[in-house]
């Protein structure tokens, strides 16, 4: 990931393998969410079910920005990361909004908590600890920069089972001012924001 400042002015707060299929929810309170566990049943999440599943259908419009929203940061198993992606048509045309997604990828490259928990793709940002269903994860944000547009990412990492896993928010916007007037207008990241954080609540490890 590109680690250069983003200049474009964003408000962006937040992101393993998947070879099984995303299935629906059998839970009646969560009528309109899906569920993905991963294949070897050791963790699972909630997403609603107007996102878009760019795991299999990665040329999807919403699954494909200038930089890479459904990537983690480092070199992974070799499967390709879990991702589902706030769809681009929710936002409506005429804005900055290029992607925005949630991503859940672990790494062959990290072989303790030390190793895992160094998330030298930040460049000196400051990490702090975020809880999720139990679980303690090290958070910092990144960001990048390439071709006009900007991608802010909320990572979160821990180690479990001697395994090191990342879950990552991405949101990817490109700079008006590389257009000629009319621009198109700065997003409402809100409710991209709100979603993406729904989702990653949800996560929680089964094992």
Request: net charge neutral; aromatic share 10%.
């Amino acid at each position: 990931m590109l680690k250069s400042r983003a200049v474009i002015s964003l408000v962006l707060a937040f992101g393993i393998a998947a070879a099984s299929l995303l299935s629906p929810s059998q839970d009646k309170h969560a009528a309109a969410m899906k569920t993905f566990t991963s294949p070897d049943g050791d963790f699972h999440f909630q997403y609603p079910d107007w996102f878009v599943d760019c795991t299999h259908h990665s040329n999807e419009e919403s699954c494909v920005t200038s930089i890479p929203i459904c990537s983690g940061t480092r070199t992974s198993t070799g499967a390709t990361p879990v991702c589902v992606a706030y769809p681009r048509r929710r936002v409506g045309e005429g804005t900055n909004f290029e992607g925005a997604a949630f991503v859940v990828d672990k790494f062959k490259d990290a072989h303790d908590e030390s190793t895992c928990l160094n998330i030298t793709e930040a460049e000196g940002a400051k990490s702090h600890i975020e809880r999720i269903n139990g679980v303690n994860f090290t958070v910092v944000e990144v960001d990048g920069v390439a071709g006009g547009s900007a991608l802010g990412g909320k990572v979160h990492r821990t180690f479990r089972n001697k395994t090191c896993y990342e879950l990552d928010i991405n949101i990817s916007a490109f700079d008006p001012m590389v257009y000629d007037p009319p621009r198109p207008k700065q997003f409402d990241d809100a409710p991209v924001r709100k979603a993406l954080k729904q989702v990653i609540a949800t996560f929680k490890f089964l094992k």
